[in-house]
């Protein structure tokens, strides 16, 4: 999966951005994951955020297969963030 985040041969452009900030977001999830609690999972949460406004502004660009990965890379997060929070919320109800 590595390779699948690798961008440091890329110039930084709006897609190069969004890739970059997707393999950040990947990074606060996994983190998140690794130690699911209530600050890991809100910096996972607000790199979501930072991470769908670059890919927002990488949607104007002509690589469209490029965006279409990023948005991709950032859906599966947020399923992977989303399946986090819900566990942990549960947890607290207990």
Do not use: F
């Amino acid at each position: 999966m590595a390779s699948r985040y690798d961008s440091s041969l890329q110039s930084q452009n709006p897609i190069s951005q969004a890739q970059n900030s997707v393999e950040k977001l990947h990074y606060a999830v996994s983190q998140a994951m690794s130690h699911p609690n209530d600050r890991m999972i809100e910096q996972a949460q607000n790199r979501l955020v930072h991470t769908e406004q670059a890919v927002r502004q990488a949607g104007n660009s002509l690589n469209g297969q490029a965006v279409e990965m990023a948005e991709e890379m950032l859906a599966e997060e947020k399923s992977r963030l989303a399946s986090i929070a819900s566990r942990q919320q549960g947890e607290q109800t207990k």
